[in-house]
């Protein structure tokens, strides 16, 4: 970091663990109904419509099915497969249960989704010197308080390579990335694996012969910023196992947002514009309620392939009424294929609130004029928390 030390105390080696329950809607359901244990089932959508897979078992998986893809596709890779539909409220309540023995070591918790959280332990409420420890004990806490739900853990020095250990080893792994370790693993890594880099951004990179970590880091730093924009910074980094971002609780980092999904594919603007000017009130009504402003407004469009993609674009004014969202939305609307591709939902969300210090300085890291602070691909996505 050179002279400016930080003042979050980045000069320090964090203990950062990422959990990640094991196939979590799935594995709820198997305890409950204990007859559904070592069977296919896929908790989502109804096979015969539109739904998407939320979730399947390791059984289900060794169809070839995995979460987000069509029902429909699942039902023939497994006809014989258990669907079911999600019971949110028990999921919820598992998840308060499990974020609760996430705070008995520590209040800096992120939460990704109600199965995965970050937490930053390097100071711990126990004082205990070893990350790992505390994984192992948090694991076999929540297998005990949940009645033998799994779960698996990556413990590392940044956020990045916790979220890629936590997959490393799964059902039940703990996968500890030391910083004498990470060049090693970052360098064999699959470019896939890499968080951030969804399927658009892999096709990228394998046109550029970018196989592996050890590849990407044989890119220089111009070249990445040119191809991937603001994102190429985030790829020289983590190529070298550098990821400064702290775990950000909800309390800190919040977005506020509301997505559509249509009965049926539309492929007209004008009638897409609606209904992003109607999800834009709405959104207007919340930032009220809660009285908050917010700097990034970000579009989210989900083609009828399922491919999903966000756009973003962080202003200056902070942003409190629908129609300063829509002028904004109309911008992003436009730098997608909506339209010429039909579109099966669309999302808005608005975050970087400026009512906490930490995010205006944030904001201020990000004095980009309006057009070059566009960004696309799965790395916006997988920095947004949806509601
Ligand atoms: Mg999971």
Redesign the pocket.
């Known amino acids: 970091m050179g002279p400016k030390r930080s003042c979050r105390g980045m000069d320090k080696i964090r203990k950062i663990i990422h959990i990640?329950?094991?196939a979590?809607y799935a594995s709820v359901e198997q305890r409950d109904r204990p007859e559904l244990k070592g069977k296919p089932v896929i908790v989502g959508g109804d096979p015969n419509g539109r739904g998407v897979v939320a979730a399947c078992s390791y059984e289900a998986r060794t169809f070839g099915i995995h979460s987000a893809m069509a029902s429909s596709i699942a039902y023939k890779r497994c006809p014989h497969a258990i669907f079911l539909k999600p019971r949110f409220d028990t999921y919820k309540s598992v998840s308060a249960d499990i974020r609760e023995i996430f705070c008995e070591y520590t209040d800096l918790v992120e939460p990704l989704s109600l199965?995965?959280a970050f937490l930053d332990v390097t100071q711990n409420k126990k004082g205990m010197p070893s990350a790992t420890r505390i994984a192992r004990e948090i694991l076999e806490k929540i297998y005990d308080k949940s009645r033998g739900l799994t779960a698996s853990a990556g413990v590392s020095f940044n956020k990045f390579l916790a979220k890629i250990a936590s997959d490393f080893n799964k059902p039940r792994g703990i996968t500890v990335v030391t910083p004498d370790d990470a060049a090693d693993f970052i360098d064999r890594l699959p470019i896939r694996k890499f968080f951030g880099v969804g399927k658009v951004t892999e096709g990228k990179m394998h046109t550029l012969g970018i196989k592996t970590g050890d590849d990407l880091k044989k890119i220089d730093k111009e070249k990445l910023i040119n191809i991937f924009g603001k994102n190429g910074h985030y790829f020289y980094n983590i190529a070298r196992g550098i990821d400064h971002r702290p775990v950000e609780p909800e309390w800190i980092r919040k977005s506020i947002g509301k997505e559509t999904t249509f009965r049926e594919d539309i492929d007209d603007k004008t009638q897409m514009l609606e209904i992003l000017g109607q999800l834009s009130v709405k959104i207007e009504n919340l930032l009220k309620i809660d009285g908050r402003k917010g700097t990034t407004i970000t579009l989210k469009v989900k083609y009828f392939d399922f491919q999903c993609i966000t756009r973003s674009v962080t202003v200056r004014e902070p942003i409190v009424d629908a129609d300063t969202i829509m002028r904004y939305i109309q911008a992003l609307l436009d730098n997608t294929e909506a339209g010429m591709k039909k579109v099966r939902l669309l999302g808005v969300s608005v975050s970087n609130f400026i009512d906490a210090s930490r995010t205006v300085k944030k904001y201020r890291q990000l004095p980009l004029p309006f057009s070059a602070e566009i960004r696309s691909d799965s790395l916006a996505r997988s920095l947004i928390v949806e509601d």
């Open positions: 990640d329950m094991d979590f199965d995965e």
